[in-house]
């Protein structure tokens, strides 16, 4: 597992500019890592679409105890209704195998990622079906490690922000995205820092 070279230059960065930020990275000593290969993290994601962490992660050890290692190779093994029975949707069974497909037939590892503009990833990516701007940015955040990447769409970030800055239980995705702008350059960093603060576990795609 790796993690950012940027983590200890961005955390300085953030103890700096914001009080409340301040106190998440002094109290979770864990950092943001790569958990898996690129394909592990898109299909992380996918499964996460819409649903809890919680609930994600009971899939995603649903599907592993049922097919061992997710890879291109074992997803297109699945039926759609195998990949259904360790609890994924029709939708989700058939982006997952759409994706793991793509990946196949391009001979896709993950040097086919490196040194590519984010925009370039984003256009590939954003037109296979299943994959939209959530997903991308778990995908920028999570295996790319970009550092000022933001889901201001999501509704955990919502929720912790809403509760941390604004004494609220959820603010909405413009007011989100105007906080956001005090964390910049190093957004991606203040966004693990709030999904932590709600999650007993670090969170991982």
């Not at 992660?57 to 890879?71: E, F, K, N, P, Y």
């Not at 970009?146 to 959820?170: H, M």
């Amino acid at each position: 597992m790796t993690s950012p070279a940027y983590w200890n230059e961005a955390t300085d960065y953030l103890l700096g500019r914001d009080e409340i930020m301040a106190r998440l990275i002094e109290t979770y000593p864990e950092t943001l890592v790569r958990t898996g290969d690129s394909f592990h993290t898109l299909a992380r994601a996918i499964i996460g679409q819409q649903i809890s962490i919680k609930a994600a992660d009971s899939v995603w050890s649903r599907l592993l105890r049922q097919i061992g290692a997710v890879t291109p190779a074992t997803i297109m093994a699945q039926t759609e209704e195998n990949l259904r029975r360790a609890g994924l949707s029709g939708a989700k069974a058939r982006y997952l195998r759409n994706v793991a497909r793509h990946f196949l037939e391009h001979g896709i590892t993950d040097g086919h990622w490196e040194g590519r503009e984010l925009r370039d990833i984003g256009e590939e990516l954003l037109a296979l079906k299943g994959i939209g701007a959530w997903t991308l940015e778990m995908f920028a955040i999570f295996h790319l490690h970009e550092p000022d990447v933001f889901s201001a769409g999501d509704i955990g970030l919502q929720k912790a922000a809403g509760r941390l800055y604004f004494d609220t239980p959820r603010i909405g995705k413009k007011a989100l995205e105007a906080l956001s702008l005090r964390w910049r350059p190093y957004r991606t960093v203040a966004a693990w820092y709030l999904w932590r603060y709600l999650d007993p576990e670090p969170v991982c795609y």
